[in-house]
């Protein structure tokens, strides 16, 4: 059967690039993928498929076999950055400031190319692939909730995800057979003083004064109330207040991003910076509240469904197409479905040749074309080995 996915894979492989070109030229933000949700609708239909629309713009499609069995879940992302496009590139996009800087215009051509190929051997399949095409993974708490609550999940027995990653070589899979990448959370601080005049600081609260303090205050958390052998990164990403040198402002405003690995954990970080928040307000006669956004939680694969995809890329790509790595601090909302059923993710290298590699978000962001066939056959490949006995 690999065989007949890599020959499938091959021969559709021109056919996935122009979609995922046609994907970059017309990106869509979270919650706005309309377009591209006409667009999957459209190619799964030619296929013979019954797509159905979910959560606003996502779609979900079956692919039964012609005997019954489980049912695997394979998704992509469908949605776009707020960001201006500078790949250079004649599929760049066409709309401005919303770009596909995160390859998951990739990511939906890879699995409409995973349709192709099984829908051509549906007839060999035992049991039933469902194709899950996700909005809004970028904005928290991501846009797999939706889908979940939509049913998406309804009778399946494991799920499968994949990323593009453009610091992977070309022909490399990597994967974990545990935590593979953490949580995303963030905060969101306002420090509400006295502004007055600069000249006179005693008559005022000085909320910048007071805002240092609690960024240095916060990021000591790390160092000093979490176990070393624990990875946790907090990042402060915004300090804003004030505007003219000589007037002390009435307020400042503080965002930052919590990930880790322990589910728990996280919490008890968030909790640690809402009590440094209410002690220093009040030493510093000011007013601080703390907003806690609940993200994606961490992202740990399921070590039997881990295998079973470990076994379909060494398949796909031969013994050494496959590399186990050490988690990483990035995110992906993929956890929530993790949370509800067994499955796997993995990063498929896509490391652009012939040029400058740049990373995810970056607006110059590309990858190896190539990459989307290596991506249709370890993906139905993994399905079609899970769904074996």
């Known amino acids: 059967m690999q065989n007949k996915i890599k020959a499938l894979a091959a021969q559709n492989h021109p056919a996935v690039v122009a979609l995922r070109r046609h994907f970059r030229a017309h990106p869509e933000l979270g919650g706005r993928e309309f377009a591209t949700q006409a667009k999957i609708v459209e190619t799964l239909s030619a296929l013979g498929l019954a797509p159905v629309p979910v959560a606003g713009t996502g779609v979900i499609a079956d692919i039964k076999g012609a005997a019954g069995g489980k049912t695997v879940a394979l998704r992509a992302d469908i949605d776009a950055l707020p960001l201006t496009d500078e790949c250079g590139q004649p599929y760049a996009s066409t709309v401005d400031g919303v770009c596909h800087a995160c390859g998951h215009d990739g990511h939906t051509a890879a699995l409409l190319?995973?349709?192709?190929?099984?829908?051509?051997?549906?007839?060999?399949?035992?049991?039933?692939?469902?194709?899950i095409f996700q909005p809004s993974e970028e904005i928290l708490p991501g846009g797999s909730l939706g889908m979940i609550e939509?049913?998406?999940?309804?009778g399946v027995d494991c799920i499968i995800g994949a990323h593009l990653w453009p610091t992977a070589p070309l022909g490399k899979l990597h994967i974990s057979r545990g935590r593979l990448m953490a949580s995303a959370d963030a905060f969101r601080i306002a420090v509400h003083g006295k502004g007055g005049h600069g000249s006179m600081p005693h008559r005022a609260v000085n909320p910048i004064l007071i805002g240092t303090e609690i960024v240095a205050a916060v990021n000591a958390i790390v160092g000093c109330n979490i176990d070393p052998l624990e990875p946790v990164v907090l990042s402060v990403g915004s300090f804003q207040s004030g505007e003219a040198e000589n007037i002390i402002p009435d307020k400042a405003s503080i965002k930052g991003t919590l990930r880790c690995f322990d589910g728990q954990l996280r919490y008890t970080v968030l909790d640690r910076i809402e009590t440094i928040c209410r002690h220093i307000g009040a030493a510093n006669d000011a007013e601080v509240t703390v907003e806690?956004?609940?993200?994606?939680?961490?992202?740990?694969?399921?070590?039997?469904?881990?295998?079973?995809?470990?076994?379909?890329?060494?398949?796909?790509?031969?013994?050494?197409?496959?590399?186990?790595?050490?988690?990483?601090?990035?995110?992906?909302?993929?956890?929530?479905?993790?949370?509800?059923?067994?499955?796997?993710?993995?990063?498929?290298?896509?490391?652009?040749?012939?040029?400058?590699?740049?990373?995810?978000?970056?607006?110059?962001?590309?990858?190896?074309?190539?990459?989307?066939?290596?991506?249709?056959?370890?993906?139905?490949?993994?399905?079609?080995g899970l769904l074996r006995p």
């Open 150 to 154: 939509g049913g998406a999940l309804a």
């Open 113 to 131: 190319g995973v349709a192709m190929a099984l829908a051509a051997l549906r007839d060999g399949i035992s049991g039933t692939v469902r194709l």
């Open 292 to 384: 806690k956004v609940i993200g994606y939680p961490p992202l740990i694969n399921h070590p039997a469904v881990a295998e079973r995809v470990i076994a379909a890329g060494r398949e796909a790509l031969g013994a050494d197409g496959v590399e186990e790595i050490p988690p990483a601090l990035a995110s992906e909302d993929f956890a929530h479905y993790l949370a509800k059923v067994p499955g796997a993710f993995m990063f498929i290298g896509a490391a652009a040749s012939g040029r400058e590699t740049y990373p995810l978000h970056h607006p110059r962001f590309d990858f190896d074309e190539r990459a989307l066939t290596v991506a249709v056959e370890t993906l139905a490949g993994a399905a079609l």
